[in-house]
Each structure stands twice: as structure tokens, then as C-alpha cells.
């Protein structure tokens, strides 16, 4: 990472990697949007999986596309309001 | 003569002008000019060599910037004259094509008209002395820092008074250059290297001097006085063809630049430069060319007196730029850097004004245009909007690249126009091409049309789309039609598929042109056509639709050029046709086509080929319709001699009777042809040898009865015994299809094959052996097949006497036809016998001739894979020996197959004693050889199972060497990406070594042992090795913040490595630990691993998420703060 190339390089790298993965990070990354990022890969996780969808239904008592309605609504805004960022 | 048109490259000078028969016309002019150029005595060679500067005009390189029409008068007259030859050798047809760096004489304005148009170098210049002129005659003379006025398109013909202010330049002074001394930086590339060389000759020739002769003659020897007799030759006419000595001559002189006596001040070195002075010492070389570009620098500022801001910026950039054309890898680099963090600065003008006359330049040569390519396309990033304003400057620079004939330079001039349109946007790009489409010189077109093609590309069809709409409906002038109608040719050329979406769109554009009343403008619109079905095949014959029909009236309605298009544009359109179209509409242009096969004219013919070769190939077309309506006309025109006598005809009637043949099936193509294999014309047959090879080669010979059969075999052996040319592959490709494909049917002829064979082998000239060794090759699994072994075994007899052959070239065919001999005999029943055949070779291996090298390893590999057996274990040790050098070929196939030829002799004969020779071998200085070493180990451990070799090889780590210990990790790392699950029973005992290893101060120690975990880790995953693997992460983990890249890298591997062997949840615990620390450093790192370790398992790592990590401070109204966690998850803690 010497040069300025190569550094921009790096940066058009990481864009391009964070446009086709939303959930990379970067060093300047704060916790809240990894800890949302983290969260809504949990959901999806859980509504990827049939068996794990069928589980959470079972204990909620609820159907199953219920369940899957209700976790995909968890998507969004997983880790509530923002915070007040510093800058 | 075509040398008149053609642009010469630098090689043809010094030949070129002998049998130029301007050049003796100019030699009576020549002596009245010598006056002149004696007065520039540094120049050299006088009069005759230099002269005066209409021949230094034809003696210089032709660039880009005299392309047509630049010749001189006297050139130019020639040419005209000669214009009808000429035409005939260029393509007319082929405006389209990419390769043609020349501007096609096709759509070229009123060029093609009986008068011959004024052109502006033959008129008599407009200024007021006869001395004066015109601009474009000289090489570009721009003064440093100022855009030269001709900033205009370059007109290259003129075509009215109205473009006269372009190329004359009665202010500019240069009207008085050619009286004074030359400037040496007006001389072209050429001869200035020329003028190089002579000086350092005559410098090692000059005349002893008495002081010299002195220090090396002993004492005792005196100067004899000349003879009596003796009178020097005086006659003036010896004077006058003495070779001169500018060496001497120049030495007074004070011309603007002077030969350096001495290296001194040079910083180049002797001879080279110029004599820089001492405040510039710190730049690169100045080449005498480079003077009116950069000898502002020269100057020194008087003392006291400060530069204005201006002059000082100007300067600035000058050294930046002689930094990065003429500078080290390392100033350059440098320079290119500053140029571009301070471009914003510097301003666009300032650069542009001194870049852009450098790359007009016509001494640059093409590294050092590509350096300067490489400044614009990294300025115009900075500057952006700000170019805008010389965006027709820099096309006027960068255009005539998009037609150079170099490709490299045709890609660079593509990059640059597409980052300029990038930066300055579509309305700047159209405001300042605008003028240029309707001009009425060709060339400027012809480029503009390009231009606009790459402009296209960059920013997007659809968005130029409108633009080209209103171009091509142009009512104004047929040239603006005609360039647009170019652009859309040259945007499918360009862009290939990508038309596909605009299509539609833009055969809309075009189409109305089809019945324009020009006649250029309806065949450029055919052209274009044909391009985009091109570009689109074999999608988007809906988009087609609607020129089918003027397309197939036209056919029926026009001649000569226009109808050559018309067709070019059917034969491209009917392959994308569905069966019953294409049927019909194939029948509705063959009738054309077959009145145009009787037709003289060269370019149609092939036109009427390549159409006739894509109608055939689509499905509707029956063969029985081919067999009776096109194959008689077919043969009867185009199978004759002089079809074979031009390249590109040959070419395409070979496709086309192929792929004819492909429909009515072998028999009644070769039936019409085989006999003229024994054609007395030599290139004839080959034409024909070459079509029946590869239709038999295709279609085999199940078809041809025993009648055909002979007939062919028989022409065949003819025409390769009656070749004389020196092209003989493509013989040796036909004769070794027909015998292979014939198989056992070739038995009855296999005896005079070889007897042919066998006669040529011992012929004198050594292509012909070569070409008979060649066709062993070819022909040894057919003589298995029919089951002749005994002439097979006489064969290898022949060949293994044939292995003292002088020349490399043929020595290695022989090799190449021994192997196939072995191969297809057996190595138990060859003759001679291996243990016979392999001595033999062991010296043959010590030929440093690549081809021999390829073939003899080849064949000692095979022996030592198939029948190692039967050779002495010593004698295999001693190809070992021989084996280590050929390490050090150049070609990789050659070094595979070494390595693993020491793979099958560890095998034959046991690994120790070839893993002792290849462990010394680590020793060398030689890196390549020393990679190669270690792969072979690796090879020979993965041959002979890893045991044998892993004890040896980790003892020999112990040799306090580097290069020793690093080539043991390398091949401990190439070993285990060779032996994959295998490793899992060594892990344990080559973990201290990596442990050592890792911990090592070299990091390139590190580095191959990363490498050695990470393919080590990648063998194992699941094998219950993960403790190993932890431990191993220890080491390798604090060396993720290495900033070396390679070491970097490989220790990125070796996580990866370790991820896949022990998952990810455990990486992701050594991430967290790092995510969010305070060093920026430590986080950019550790984010690093987090997300190639996320992007690769993204749903395996949903298990290993933390909880309770981070909460957030939140107002809950009255000052009251709230700490509320941002992980909640409850479905994660349902419990039944």
C-alpha cells in the first residue's frame, strides 16, 4: 500500500466489495450498523432455514409464514433508532 | 512503388532509399542545397546524406501526423500517377476493418473521381517566398509552452481556401529553418540514431595522433619520411566522395546542440546527449529531440532575477514531464505521481499546452507515447470538468491514434477519448466533434466517426442515440449522413454484443439511408448493417426485419461497389434467420451471387466467397439445391491457379469449399478437386491439398470409394514430393490427415509412404528431413493400426541412426518422431532396444536448443514412466545430472516435464539417491532453478509416498542456508498442495519445523511457511486435526499486519487455510478481539480478515455471533438516560 495507486486501488477494492457483500465491514465501520448487520444476518439465517423457521413457529404458536412475515419485518431497523453519531 | 503510399516504418530507411527513385531525381538538387546543410556541418553526412528538407521529409519515419497525402511534391506526383496500382492492392472494401491501420480509399470524399484532386502539397504554396512552408512539411516545430496554432483538426487534404489558415504559418518564423543551422531536434528519429552511430564510429576511427602512437610503441622506432615519389591524390573529385568526418567538422561548430568530446556533463554517457548544465543534473538524459520541448530547462536563470510564477510553474511541469519520458523507472514513477496530485493545481492549460505538442511529436517513440498516454488518463481523472475547455485540442492529438497501425496505440488512443468523455461529458464531446463530421476531407471524418464510436461506448449508447438520429437525416451534406451512419458501424465494431438492447434503435437510424441518393452513403449504410448483424449474430433478426426488403431490391438494382456491400450485409443477416427464411431468401440472392462469380474484380470475389460460405452454413439450405445449382458455376470460376496466387483469396475459397463441403458431404467436393493435386502449379496443389485435408479432416473418409481413394492418395504423395517451397506445414497437415483418417485402409500405400519417407530423411536440404520426421510423427498410429511393426521397427532403426543430425531443428523432429514410434510400438518390443536408446540420448539432453530440449525430455520422460526397467539405475543417476540443468530452461513445458521426469526415475529407482541430488541442488544461486528444484522434490515425494521423503528433507533444514531452509518450506508447501488428504499423518511432525519457521527474523521465511500451512490446512479440513491447526494460527496470526504484500498474502491464505480446517466460528473469536480497537492499523487488518472470512462462510458464522455486545445511550426525556442493549434476539432463546 505504498503508493497512492495502490491505495486507491485498495479503496475500489473495498467499494466493490461492500456493493456486492453488505455485510463487510471497514475500519471506520461503527458498532451499530455491524451490530444491525449481525442481526439481520440472524434473521435471514432463520428464515433460510426451513427447520429453524418450523422451530421458532412451533415455540411462538404461530404459523409458519406468520412467523417468517414477522421476522423479515425484524429486518428492518434490527437494533432500533440510530444513535446520535458524533459528527 | 507502394512505398510512396504505404507508411514506412524505421527499418526500411537506410534500405528504402536506395531504390527510391525520388531520391536520385532529388540528387542534382541535393548539391545546390549542400550549401545549405554544409553550413550545418554537425549534421553529418553533407548534402547527400541529409540534404535539404524535402528528403529528410521522405527519409523520416512516417507517423500518424502525414498520413495521406503528405508525401512531398515530387512524391506526390508519383503517387498520383501510380494511383491505379495502387487501388488495386488496397483494400477498398474493408473501411470497417480494425487492422487497417490505413484510411480506406473507399468512402474518400471526391478522391475517387478521373480529375485528381488538389490536394494541398501539390499546390504551390500560398506565402510570399517559394521557401515558405507549410507546417505540416516540417516536423511539428512547437515552441515549448505554447499550443501551436495548427491546434485545429489536422486537415490532410485541403479542400478549399477556407482551410488554409491551418497548415500555413507565414508569422511563425519557421519559413526561415531550413536557411540556418538545423536544429537538431528538427531531425526525425532515424536520423538522429543515424548520426549516433556514425559519430561513435568515426570516433573509433579517426586517425591515430603521434601522441598516441608514442605511448604504445616501445622506444627505438623513428618516423620514416613518405617516399621521393610520393604525392598525395588531390584530384577534387576524390575530395568531394571522400566520406566526410563530422566528427572533425562539427568540432567548431556552435550550433544550439554539439556533440559532447567527453562523458563529462553527459549524464547519459559518451556521445549520447547533450552537454546539460549543472543545475540540472538531477534530470534525465536530454535527447537532442527533446530540445525544443525542454530547453527551457537549459537555460539557467540569471542570478537575482526570480522566475515569474508562471515561467516557474511551466518549468515545473517540464521536468516532470522529462522525468517521465526520458527518466528511471523510480523518477517516473515519482513525476507521474506529482502530476497527478498537483494537476488541479498546475491548471489544465499549463499541462495541456505542453503535453500535447510532445505527443505530436513525431520522433516519440512508443514507450514514450504510452508514458504520456498514461499522464492524460491519470489528469483527466483529477481534472474532470475542468478540461472541458481543451477537449478539442486534445482530440485533435488523440484521434489520429484510433487509426494507428499499431494496436497498442489504437487501444491507448480508445482509453484516452473514453476518459475524456467520462470527465467532460456528452454535450462538450458533441460541441467539439460537431464540425468535424460534415468536413470534407475523409481522414478527419473517418476519425471523428471512430471518436464518436469510443464516446459512445463510454457514456452509452442510448444517450447518443438522438444525436446520431438527427445526424444521419441530415438534409445539409452527405458527409454528415455518411459519418453517421460510420459511427453506428464503428459503435458495433466497437462494442461487439453489447448492441444487442439498441439494436433496434439503431437499424431505425441507419435505415432510410439504404435509399439515399448518394451513392457512398448508401453503401456505407450497407456496411454498417453488415457490421451490426455482426456484432449481434446470432441474436436480433426482428430488428432486421425492416431492411430486409430494400436490401434484397437493392441486390437486384445496383453494381459494382454498392452491390459488393449490399451483399456484404446479406451474407451477414441470413445466418440469423430461422431455417425457411434463410432457404428463401439464400435462393433470392444466389442468383446474384452466381452471376458474380464470373466477375474480375478481386474484392468481390471475396465478398461473393464469404457470402456464400454464410448462406451455406445456415440450416434451410438444402444440399441437394447446393450440389445442383451452386457447386458447377462454383468450381468452374474460382477452382483455378490464380486463385491460389493471393493470400486472402486462397483463405477464403478453402473456407468456403469447407464449409460447402460440410453440407453436401465430402465425395462431390474432393471428387471435383483430387485430380488437381498433380496440377502443375505448385501453389495450386497446395490449395488443394490444404482444402481436401481439412474437409477429410472434418468429415473423415467413410464416403470415398476405393476408386477416390487412390486417386487422392496417389495426388497427394505427388504434391508432397513434388513441393519445393519452403512452407510445408501445410503439406505435412494434409498428407498426415488423409493417411490417418484412411487407417487400415491406407495398408496397400503405407510401403511407398514410407519408402518416400525414408528417401527424404536422408536428403540433403534439412527442412525436408525435418519434414520428414515430421510426418513419422504424424503417420506411426496409423502403420500400428495396420499392423505393419516390422516397417514401424525399421523405422525406429532408420530414426536412432539419424540421431547424430547437425541441425537442431531437425534433430528435434527426429526426437519428436522416436517417441512416436516408442509410443505406439511398446517399449519391450522397440528397435533398437531401450537400453541401446537411452545412452544415446543422455548427451542429446545437453542441447541447449529448445526444441530438442522439449522432444528429448519428452522421450526420456516416457522411457523413464513406461520401461525404466531396462536401463541400469547408474545410467539413470547420470540423466539426473543432466536433468538439473535442463531446470534452467526458459520454456515451462519444458521445466514440467523435468520435473516430473525425476518423479518417474525416483520411482524406477528409489528416492534417495534422486532426492540427495535434488536437496544439493538447493544450494544454487539460481532462483529458478532452485524453485524448480523444490517442485521436483515435491513431485518425488508425491511418487514415492511422503515417508520416504519428508525425514531427508526435514533434516536438511538443519543447514544453517536460507536459500536451503526456504527451499525445504517450499517444498514442503508445494508437497502438500501435491498430496492433499495424505497430509494429514505428517501433520504433527512437521509442526515444530513451522513453528520455527514462523517465528523465523527473514520474512520471507515466514512467508513460504505461511504458504506451507495455508495448502497444508486446505488438505485436511475434517480430519480431526484442528488442534494442530490452532496452534499453528498462534504463530501465523500476528502477522496479518506484515505491510510487505506478498508476505501480506500469504499469510491471508494461511487464515483462509486455517478457517476452511477448523471453521469459522474460531476465527471469528481471534476477529472480534480487534474489530473495534483504538489503532486503526489493528482494525484495518482485523476487518480485513473478518470479511474475506465473511464473504466465504457468511451462514456458517450466524451460530458464532455474539450477544450482548454494545448498547446505546439513550434519552428518555427529563435528562434521564437510558443504557438499552442493541442485540435482542428472542427467537435465539426459545426453548420447548
Known sequence: MASTSDRLLVNSQLEHLQARYVGTGHPDLHRYDWLSNIQRDTYASLVGHHNMLQYVALCENESVGRTKYKLLNKMFLPCGNPPERED | ????????????????????????????????????????????????????????????????????????????????????????????????????????????GVAAQATPRGNRWDQTPVAATPKQRSRWDETPQVASGSFPSGAETPL???????????????????????????????????????????????????????????????????????????????????????????????????????????????????????????????????????????????????????????????????????????????????????????????????????????????????????????????????????????????????????????????????????????????????????????????????????????????????????????????????????????????????????????????????????????????????????????????????????????????????????????????????????????????????????????????????????????????????????????????????????????????????????????????????????????????????????????????????????????????????????????????????????????????????????????????????????????LISQVAPVLRTCEEDQLLSHLGTVLYEYLGEEYPEVLGSILGATKAVVNVIGMDRMTPPIKDLLPRLTPILRNRHEKVQENSIDLVGRIADRGAEYVPAREWMRICFELLEMLKAHKKAIRRATVNTFGYIAKAIGPSDVLATLLNNLKVQDRQNRVCTTVAIAIVAESCAPFTVIPGIMNEYKVPDANVQNGVLKSLSFMFEYIGEMGKDYIYSVVPLLEDALMDRDHVHRQTAASAVGHLALGVPGMGCEDAFVHLLNYVWPNIFETSPHVHNAMMAAVEGIRVAVGPGVILQYCLQGLFHPARKVREQYWRVYNSTYVSSQDALVAFYPRNLGYVDREVGGGEVEREALLTCPELDMMI
Request: charged share 30%; proline share 6%.
Open chain 2, 156 to 774: 490532410m487534404s485541403g479542400g478549399g481556401g477556407a482551410y488554409l489558415e491551418t497548415p500555413l504559418h507565414p508569422e511563425s518564423g519557421f519559413g526561415a529553418m531550413p536557411q540556418g543551422p538545423q536544429d537538431p531536434s528538427s531531425l526525425s528519429q532515424e536520423s538522429l540514431n543515424a548520426l549516433r552511430w556514425e559519430k561513435d564510429i568515426e570516433a573509433r576511427n579517426k586517425p591515430w595522433t603521434d601522441e598516441e602512437i608514442d605511448a604504445i610503441i616501445p622506444d627505438g622506432y623513428k618516423i620514416v619520411p613518405p617516399p621521393e615519389s610520393y604525392v598525395p591524390i588531390t584530384t577534387p573529385w576524390r575530395k568531394l566522395t571522400a566520406t566526410p568526418n563530422p566528427a572533425q567538422d562539427g568540432e567548431g561548430d556552435e550550433g544550439v546542440y554539439q556533440m559532447p568530446t567527453s562523458g563529462e556533463g553527459s549524464v547519459g554517457g559518451a556521445g549520447t546527449g547533450l552537454t546539460v548544465p549543472a543545475h540540472m543534473k538531477d534530470l534525465p538524459e536530454l535527447k537532442p529531440e527533446d530540445m525544443q520541448f525542454f530547453g527551457s530547462l537549459l537555460r539557467e536563470c540569471p542570478e537575482g532575477e526570480e522566475l515569474s510564477a508562471e515561467e516557474a510553474r511551466d518549468r515545473k511541469i517540464a521536468r516532470l514531464l522529462l522525468k517521465v519520458k526520458n527518466g528511471t523507472a523510480q523518477q517516473r514513477k515519482q513525476s507521474l505521481r506529482w502530476l497527478t496530485e498537483k494537476a488541479r493545481d498546475f491548471g489544465a492549460g499549463p499541462l495541456f499546452n505542453q503535453i500535447l505538442p510532445l505527443l505530436m511529436s513525431p520522433t516519440l517513440e512508443d514507450q514514450e507515447r504510452h508514458l504520456l498516454v498514461k499522464v492524460i488518463d491519470r489528469i483527466l481523472y483529477k481534472l474532470d470538468e475542468l478540461v472541458r475547455p481543451y477537449v478539442h485540442k486534445i482530440l485533435v492529438v488523440i484521434e489520429p491514434l484510433l487509426i494507428d497501425e499499431d494496436y497498442y496505440a489504437r487501444v491507448e488512443g480508445r482509453e484516452i477519448i473514453s476518459n475524456l468523455s467520462k470527465a467532460a461529458g456528452l454535450a462538450t464531446m458533441i460541441a467539439a466533434m460537431r464540425p468535424d463530421i460534415d468536413n470534407v476531407d475523409e481522414y478527419v471524418r473517418n476519425t471523428t466517426a471512430r471518436a464518436f464510436a469510443v464516446c459512445a461506448s463510454a457514456l452509452g449508447i442510448p444517450t447518443l442515440a438522438p444525436f446520431l438520429k438527427a445526424v444521419c437525416q441530415s438534409k445539409k451534406s452527405w458527409q454528415a449522413r455518411h459519418t453517421g451512419i460510420k459511427i453506428v458501424q464503428q459503435i458495433s465494431i466497437l462494442v461487439g454484443c453489447a448492441v444487442l438492447p439498441h439494436l433496434k434503435a439503431l437499424v431505425t437510424i441507419i435505415q432510410p439511408a439504404l435509399q439515399d441518393e448518394n451513392q457512398k452513403v448508401r453503401t456505407i449504410c450497407a456496411l454498417a448493417l453488415a457490421a451490426l448483424a455482426e456484432a449481434a449474430a446470432p441474436y436480433g433478426i426482428e430488428s432486421f426485419d425492416s431492411v430486409l426488403k430494400p436490401l434484397w431490391k437493392g441486390v437486384r438494382a445496383h453494381r459494382g461497389k454498392v452491390l459488393a456491400a449490399f451483399l456484404k450485409a446479406i451474407g451477414y443477416i441470413i445466418p440469423l434467420m430461422d431455417a425457411m427464411y434463410a432457404n428463401y431468401y439464400t435462393r433470392e440472392v444466389m442468383v446474384i451471387l452466381i452471376r458474380e462469380f464470373a466477375t474480375p474484380d478481386e474484392e468481390m470475389k471475396k465478398i461473393v466467397l464469404k457470402v456464400v460460405k454464410q448462406c451455406v452454413s445456415t440450416e434451410g439450405v438444402e444440399p441437394e439445391y447446393i450440389r445442383q445449382e451452386i457447386l458447377p458455376p462454383f468450381f468452374q470460376h474460382f477452382w483455378v491457379r490464380r486463385m491460389a496466387l493471393d493470400r486472402r483469396n486462397y483463405r477464403q475459397l478453402v473456407d468456403t469449399t469447407v464449409e460447402l463441403s460440410q453440407k453436401v458431404g465430402c465425395v462431390d467436393v474432393v471428387e471435383k478437386i483430387a485430380d488437381d493435386l498433380k496440377d502443375e502449379s505448385e501453389a495450386y496443389r497446395r490449395m488443394v491439398a490444404e482444402a481436401v485435408g481439412t474437409i477429410i479432416e472434418n468429415q473423415g473418409v467413410s464416403e470415398i470409394g476405393a476408386g477416390l481413394e487412390e486417386r487422392l492418395v496417389d495426388g497427394i504423395l505427388f504434391a508432397f514430393q513434388e513441393q519445393t517451397a519452403e512452407d510445408s506445414d501445410v503439406m505435412l497437415k494434409a498428407v498426415g490427415t488423409v493417411v490417418s483418417s484412411l487407417g487400415q485402409r491406407a495398408k496397400p500405400y503405407l510401403p511407398q509412404i514410407c519408402g518416400t519417407i525414408k528417401w527424404r530423411l536422408n536428403n540433403k536440404s534439412a527442412k525436408i528431413r525435418q519434414q520428414a520426421a515430421d
Open chain 2, 1 to 108: 512503388m507502394e512505398g510512396a503510399r504505404r507508411k514506412r516504418n524505421r527499418w526500411d530507411d537506410a534500405g528504402g532509399d536506395a531504390g527510391d527513385p525520388k531520391r536520385d531525381e532529388e540528387g542534382a538538387t541535393g548539391k545546390a542545397e549542400s550549401a545549405v546543410s554544409d553550413a550545418t556541418g554537425m549534421l553529418g553526412g553533407g548534402g547527400m546524406r541529409e540534404g535539404s528538407p524535402s528528403q529528410q521529409q521522405q527519409k523520416r519515419k512516417r507517423n500518424r501526423w502525414d498520413d495521406r497525402g503528405l508525401d512531398s511534391d515530387v512524391s506526390q506526383q508519383t503517387a498520383l500517377k501510380l494511383k491505379g496500382t495502387v487501388e488495386k492492392k488496397k483494400s477498398e472494401w474493408d473501411s470497417d476493418d480494425e487492422n487497417d491501420g490505413e484510411v480506406s480509399v473507399f468512402d474518400d
